[in-house]
């Protein structure tokens, strides 16, 4: 693909688009060849100065341009190998971008959550990314990453002993952080626009997928899956979806629970046809530490009661008039707070007949991060970029399509890990 660009970062002016833009200005090589685009050029020429005022940092084409324009965007995407997006709310400002890049043969890499708005994407633009070779990898950020990628590994890593994945649970075992006014918006964008009940649909299991596993009961859309693989490993869950785990510690369902579901299950779709497929009957489901049990219940029940309240339009107005607006967030001193933490289970079923010990093989994946989690975004499509340009994955051997991270695989897990996101898989 011969472009003038390697990575344009369309955005780069927001509250994520600035710590990207850092990012790959100091961190990636510095014979790389980037741009910045965004709507107000004072703006870009101001990011120009900053980064030209750090030492050895890579400077940056600068590419005014209104996102909303369909000939500018077209005009923008061929000029580039691949286009990473922090444009959001994306159902407001990134659909031409998603477009644009699908019929181009642009690669593309988001950090979106709004599951409706790429449901949308994958059906009008997946046919022509498959026609033009683009490799569209959304939601490559700490919204699905640790879920998608850590189950990914430890499928390859039951693989290894002829046992596919049957079952996953990722936990959010630590957490330090809170949302930017851009990532509240578009979370209560996506339920203005889109409505609770679109929003939750689009949200169920499988929903994104190109193929049902057959336990799944298509009328009510519910996951009725084999959740006692764990055994021992997961106690019974009370109300409110509180559960105690002798390895995890007590659970409740987490709130990106949603969002990590829709594209991961989506994985197990797209990889059922490689050789990296998971098994037919696979399940997922989604949890974080509480270590206070009662805290845990009263947790479990505010999740349930601010779902439904934030179906009503007074709480979403007041949270726009009284969080970050759109471009802030929290302060560098809270952000050197940040930190993350995933350990994540998973469990496969050996064949029938096999004399090698236990029905099941269990392993853990360990995924941590000592940083935010806007700093890890961008760390995430800053290093998923250098693999579409320079990797051998299930991307590049699928060719053109809308994947998800896992299709990065190991050589995404590797260049997290050399840019210090800390990653152990084990047998347990």
């Known amino acids: 693909m011969m472009r003038d660009l390697d990575i344009i970062l369309v955005g780069a002016t927001g509250y994520t688009g600035l710590t990207c833009a850092s990012y790959i200005s100091t961190r990636l090589p510095a014979s790389l060849r980037w741009g910045v685009a965004g709507r107000d050029r004072s703006k870009l020429e101001k990011l120009a100065e900053t980064l030209a005022g750090v030492e050895n940092a890579s400077k940056p084409v600068l590419l005014p341009i209104d996102v909303k324009s369909k000939d500018d965007v077209d005009v923008l995407v061929k000029k580039t190998k691949v286009v990473i997006s922090v444009v959001g709310p994306y159902a407001v400002a990134g659909s031409y971008i998603f477009e644009a890049c699908a019929r181009n043969g642009t690669h593309y890499l988001d950090c979106n959550g709004e599951v409706p708005w790429l449901q949308d994407m994958i059906k009008q633009n997946e046919q022509a990314a498959k026609n033009s070779g683009s490799m569209m990898i959304p ?11 850590s189950t990914y590994l430890l499928a390859a890593h039951l693989r290894r002993s002829s046992v596919p994945l049957t079952t996953s649970l990722v936990c959010c075992h630590d957490f330090v952080g809170a949302p930017s006014g851009g990532t509240v918006l578009s979370a209560l964008n996506t339920l203005s626009q889109y409505g609770i009940k679109r929003t939750l649909a689009a949200c169920e299991p499988f929903a994104l997928s190109p193929v049902k596993p057959g336990y799944l009961n298509q009328s009510e859309g519910s996951m009725s899956g084999p959740r006692d693989d764990f055994g021992d490993l997961l106690g019974k869950m009370s109300g409110f979806g509180v559960q105690n785990s002798e ?182």
């Open 139 to 149: 939601c490559c950020g700490f919204a699905v990453v640790p879920a998608d990628l």
């Open 247 to 428: 390895v995890l510690g007590t659970l409740i369902t987490s709130p990106q629970d949603d969002v990590d579901r829709a594209v991961l299950t989506r994985s197990w779709g797209l990889l059922s046809t490689t050789e990296k497929a998971y098994s037919s009957d696979f399940y997922y489901s989604g949890s974080r530490v509480r270590y206070d049990s009662a805290l845990a219940a009263w947790s479990g029940r505010a999740s349930y009661i601010s779902t439904i309240l934030l179906a009503a339009s007074p709480l979403r107005a007041a949270i726009r008039r009284y969080w970050y607006d759109a471009g802030e967030g929290p302060s560098e001193e809270e952000r050197k707070k940040g930190l993350l933490e995933f350990r994540s289970i998973g469990v496969g079923k050996k064949a029938q007949g096999r004399e090698d010990g236990d029905e099941k093989e269990v392993a853990m994946c360990k995924m941590s991060f000592a940083g935010d989690l806007y700093l890890f975004t961008a760390l995430c499509l800053s290093e998923a970029a250098m693999v579409l340009l320079d990797g051998v994955t299930e991307a590049q051997k699928m060719g053109g399509g809308v994947w998800t991270c896992a299709f990065l695989g190991e050589d995404f897990a590797e260049r997290l890990q050399a840019a210090g996101v800390k990653i152990e898989t084990i047998s347990i």
